[in-house]
């Protein structure tokens, strides 16, 4: 199967999208959004992400499910709940575009309704990564308020980033990438319309060569509603 460049660039949209969307997915469950070492124990490390708060000392982990959603920051609560919908907007964008993409062929589906399909993805993939860049970007502002506040005594440990925000930076790079791309491919493909399509009904001749290297016609049958 030969791809135009309009395929070539749904595929390429799927593929950031997906690589995206498990990014996403990953950077959710990692505890590492938070990071603090203490300067008395530099072998004891606090990590804190959506989900719980772990202790590693000297390489054994121990993590603690909060227990409660409200007892959680506000940037932390958000984040939660922000996170969860760009699974969901992410994964219902690969199902819608990939439905519309030049390599699903369904005779019944036609190329206007995949051409919708496919904006309808992209669209979605791109409100996905504004999903997942604002509750990262957030917990990374708030910690950096944190770092510097005055208030705090410079003796206290101060949160710094984890490598979950940075995996959650590219992950909604790759869904923005992935999301305009298969908007750019929606938008061409005017001329992919079919030519049996864009043809209209043609009368049939009155009398046609039956073999070009035999001089015999054939006559097609007239119509008996047709009166001379």
């Given at each position: 199967?030969?791809?135009?460049?309009?395929?070539?660039?749904?595929?390429?949209?799927?593929?950031?999208?997906?690589?995206?969307?498990?990014?996403?997915?990953?950077?959710?469950?990692?505890?590492?959004?938070?990071?603090?070492?203490?300067?008395?124990?530099?072998?004891?490390?606090?990590?804190?992400?959506?989900?719980?708060?772990?202790?590693?000392?000297?390489?054994?982990?121990?993590?603690?499910?909060?227990?409660?959603?409200?007892?959680?920051?506000?940037?932390?609560?958000?984040?939660?709940?922000?996170?969860?919908?760009?699974?969901?907007?992410?994964?219902?964008?690969?199902?819608?575009?990939?439905?519309g993409s030049e390599?699903?062929?369904?005779?019944?589906?036609?190329?206007?309704?995949?051409?919708?399909?496919?904006?309808?993805?992209?669209?979605?993939?791109?409100?996905?990564?504004?999903?997942?860049?604002?509750?990262?970007?957030?917990?990374?502002?708030?910690?950096?308020?944190?770092?510097?506040?005055?208030?705090?005594?410079?003796?206290?440990?101060?949160?710094?980033?984890?490598?979950?925000?940075?995996?959650?930076?590219?992950?909604?790079?790759?869904?923005?990438?992935?999301?305009?791309?298969?908007?750019?491919?929606?938008?061409?493909?005017?001329e992919d319309v079919?030519?049996?399509?864009?043809?209209?009904?043609?009368?049939?001749?009155?009398?046609?060569?039956?073999?070009?290297?035999?001089?015999s016609f054939y006559?097609?049958?007239?119509?008996?509603?047709?009166?001379?």
């Amino acid at each position: 199967m030969a791809w135009s460049f309009h395929g070539k660039a749904q595929l390429g949209g799927l593929l950031l999208s997906l690589f995206g969307w498990v990014c996403s997915c990953v950077t959710t469950i990692l505890p590492q959004w938070k990071t603090l070492n203490l300067e008395l124990n530099e072998m004891e490390t606090w990590i804190m992400g959506l989900w719980e708060v772990c202790v590693n000392q000297e390489e054994v982990a121990v993590c603690k499910a909060f227990e409660s959603f409200l007892s959680l920051p506000q940037e932390l609560q958000v984040s939660r709940i922000l996170m969860v919908a760009s699974h969901g907007l992410g994964l219902l964008g690969l199902l819608l575009s990939g439905c519309g993409s030049e390599c699903f062929q369904f005779h019944r589906i036609r190329w206007v309704f995949k051409r919708r399909l496919c904006l309808l993805g992209g669209t979605l993939e791109t409100s996905a990564s504004a999903t997942t860049l604002f509750p990262v970007s957030w917990v990374a502002y708030a910690t950096i308020q944190d770092f510097w506040d005055n208030s705090i005594p410079e003796i206290v440990p101060r949160w710094e980033f984890g490598d979950a925000l940075y995996l959650g930076w590219a992950a909604g790079i790759f869904l923005a990438l992935g999301g305009l791309l298969l908007i750019f491919s929606a938008c061409l493909g005017k001329e992919d319309v079919p030519s049996l399509q864009m043809a209209g009904p043609r009368a049939p001749p009155f009398c046609a060569p039956a073999n070009e290297s035999n001089d015999s016609f054939y006559l097609t049958p007239r119509p008996r509603n047709l009166f001379i």
